[in-house]
């Protein structure tokens, strides 16, 4: 028998972006981004990599720091810049596009229940 697909690290890893951009403490204030809050602008969620692997490490993450920066960096809506924050700070934060992210990549096998007549109902 198979895992169940949510156990999978590639859906797991989307399931926790989603948690910690959308539904945890937001800010608009790029500022908090340093302690660790997702910042929201306009359709773009900035988030720097230590609290995000923090928070997955909290939900029983056991994949590496490098291979969670590699599954990032191919997830789709998902790309790394650096923030200008303050005067002298800079930071290398990841930004998830929602319009992107939002975007449901559902590949689904046709299957056959062996049923070659229409269901009476």
């Known amino acids: 028998m198979d895992a169940p697909e949510e156990s999978q690290p590639k859906i797991r890893l989307k399931n926790s972006l989603e948690t910690y951009c959308f539904n945890l403490r937001q ?5 908090q981004i340093l302690f660790g ?14 609290p995000f692997f923090k928070f ?3 939900n029983n993450w056991e994949i590496s720091e490098n291979d969670t920066h590699t599954m990032l960096k191919k997830a789709n809506g998902l790309a790394r810049e650096k ?22 990549e559902v590949e689904h096998e046709d299957i056959d229940f062996g049923q070659e007549s229409d269901a009476p109902y």
């Open 27 to 31: 800010t608009k204030n790029k500022k």
């Open 37 to 50: 809050r997702p910042f929201h602008e306009g359709d773009k969620v900035k988030f720097m990599f230590d």
């Open 56 to 58: 997955l490490k909290t």
């Open 83 to 104: 923030l200008h924050i303050d005067k002298d700070i800079k930071k290398w934060v990841y930004v998830l596009d929602s319009t992107e992210f939002k975007k449901e």
